[in-house]
């Protein structure tokens, strides 16, 4: 009997210390990270300013840098860059992300964001509809190189660009100047542009075609030659932490409206 007492107490302290030792209800492992990981942004409109340094995707490098206790190195390169760096497995992670058939070949991702895509036109182009647009062989597209938006909209960049009617900006602010100087007509926008579509030039000279789309995941994008599938699934639960507990909606909340952000953010 003593000895069974013994025993009961002895496993008692065990089951105590491995209470303990559990992590608490819902919280996420944190990724392994045995050497400094890079993280790449792109200047566009509220993700990144260069001007002021800053923007929601700073802010979400910062958050996952303080969660995650790693040292990630952020530096600010053209999109297009990016997309081969990770594909190359010389860049760990960026930011404001979607996915395609062939970007789910070298890259995996973390959703925390979903907006939809609009065009943004001359109001001289005379384009109530996008078919307007397709059927003027005059009008030409803006677009940044290397970005993918939403079903529709692809087809429509790539329908142009197969005649010869889309124009290539490595970035966003040369976009909006060649859209001014009619040299292009159109351009491809979504929430992340508002400040810069709402000051009085751009307003008064434009106005917006819906894509009809449903909304697009962006997300946390990881190179799959440089992580693990393991800590991949490790960073994409800390970004399931970071949109669970509010941490994502509230940095949203910083640049829009909370009705948009919560809309953006819940989904």
């Not at 970007?103 to 036109?121: C, H, I, M, P, T």
């Not at 949109?243 to 509230?250: E, F």
Request: glycine content about 6%; overall charge neutral; some cysteine.
């Amino acid at each position: 009997m003593q000895k069974l007492s013994q025993w009961l107490r002895a496993l008692g302290v065990s089951l105590a210390l491995a209470l303990i030792a559990m992590p608490p209800a819902g919280a996420a492992d944190k990724p392994d990270c045995p050497r400094p990981l890079s993280l790449a942004l792109h200047e566009h409109g509220l993700l990144y300013s260069g001007e002021t340094g800053e923007g929601i995707d700073k802010d979400m490098a910062d958050e996952l840098a303080r969660r995650s206790g790693c040292k990630l190195i952020v530096s600010v390169m053209p999109r297009a860059r990016i997309w081969q760096l990770i594909e190359g497995g010389a860049l760990d992670f960026s930011l404001s992300g979607i996915t395609n058939p062939a970007r789910e070949q070298f890259a995996a991702f973390a959703w925390y964001v979903s907006n939809k895509y609009y065009l943004l036109v001359r109001k001289d182009a005379n384009v109530g509809a996008l078919a307007d647009f397709e059927r003027n062989p005059q009008l030409k597209l803006g677009v940044i190189r290397s970005f993918r938006y939403s079903p529709t909209a692809n087809r429509f960049v790539d329908a142009l660009d197969a005649q010869g009617r889309v124009s290539h900006a490595s970035s966003l602010d040369p976009l909006y100047q060649v859209l001014l100087d009619n040299r292009v007509q159109a351009m491809i926008i979504e929430p992340f542009d508002y400040p810069t579509i709402l000051q009085g030039t751009v307003r008064a000279q434009t106005r917006i075609v819906e894509f009809d789309d449903p909304p697009v995941p962006h997300g946390l994008i990881m190179s799959k030659k440089s992580l693990s599938p393991a800590q991949q699934q490790a960073w994409r639960a800390l970004v399931d932490e970071m949109r669970a507990d509010g941490t994502v909606q509230r940095i949203f909340e910083k640049y829009f409206s909370i009705e948009l952000a919560r809309s953006m953010t819940r989904f």
